[in-house]
């Protein structure tokens, strides 16, 4: 029987894996990964690592001979969260080269700190970028006020960049309208356009999780069962319809003159990376925020249990 991992291609998605790990990496575990599940990148961010370093021996060597220099916990923490980003990228780089360069990314994230910090932000990116130095990196800036137009100076300059942390569709039209504009710039300056790449990351069932809330809090007062069965019918149902129109957008802003300027620069779409996919409430399907967003032209990160389940059970 075929993996559905590897169908997902069939479609026009890409999985990428949302986790890592040292011993993912020298154990072979990733490569498996690619070889047999169609693995085509590699998201990670703060609380993803301190997981791994806190709940695992793969770090312990290393910690102990970083202890000995003069560093802080925070530059041992960066120092460990790069050679895994390194390692990771040289492990996907076959996949860069086969997908022209459209997939085999391993995403690094800038410090939470600096979330308000539009300066500061492009400060850290640049600098990860530089000492990553791994044309397969994504440096991860949050879709806030302040990161949002981080994200079109660093598209400008010809980084790839990961945009996190989206929950509106209206959010979504600023992060992709940061892309074209930066795209825009950097073709004012004779750059490199097809070496640019970015995503949109969408966050999916946290959206349900506080929706659902709401509703079961509106149940409890309901009296009609009328009314009870239109909330009842809304539960696990708002964020994958949230992502939708999110994608029709996506659609419209391609069809568009302007980004057909672009394209014919030879500019690649920022696809929209559905992240968050885990299903939080037992009750619905484990593969649900997989199943019901196949699209062509995006991506969907997927947790170690929500991969698993997909591989197992799940219907392309």
Known sequence: MANPLVELRKYGQSPWYDNIQRSLITSGMLQKMID????????????IFE?????????????????????TALEIYESLAIE?????ADVMQPVYRRSGGRDGFVSLEVSPLLADDTDGTIVEAKRLWEEVYRENVMI????????????????????NVNVTLMFAQSV????????ISGLEALADKNGDLGRVNSVASFFISRIDTLVDEKLDEKLTTAE??????ELQSLKGSVAIANAKLTYQTYKEIIAGDRWKKLAAQGAKTQRLLWASTSTKNPEYSDVMYVQELIGADTVNTLPQATMDAF???GRT
């Open 36 to 47: 047999n599940d169609g693995l085509m990148g590699i998201t990670s961010n703060p609380a």
């Open 51 to 71: 997981k791994a370093i806190t709940g695992s021996a793969d770090y312990d060597e290393a910690i102990e001979k970083l202890s000995h220099e003069d560093l």
């Open 84 to 88: 895994d980003i390194q390692m990771a």
């Open 140 to 159: 991860k800036v949050p879709a806030t006020e302040a990161g949002i137009p981080a994200v079109q100076t660093l598209i400008a300059e010809g980084m």
């Open 172 to 179: 979504y039209e600023a992060v992709a309208e940061a892309y």
């Open 224 to 229: 009609r069962p009328r009314e009870r069965t």
């Open 311 to 313: 591989r197992d059970h």
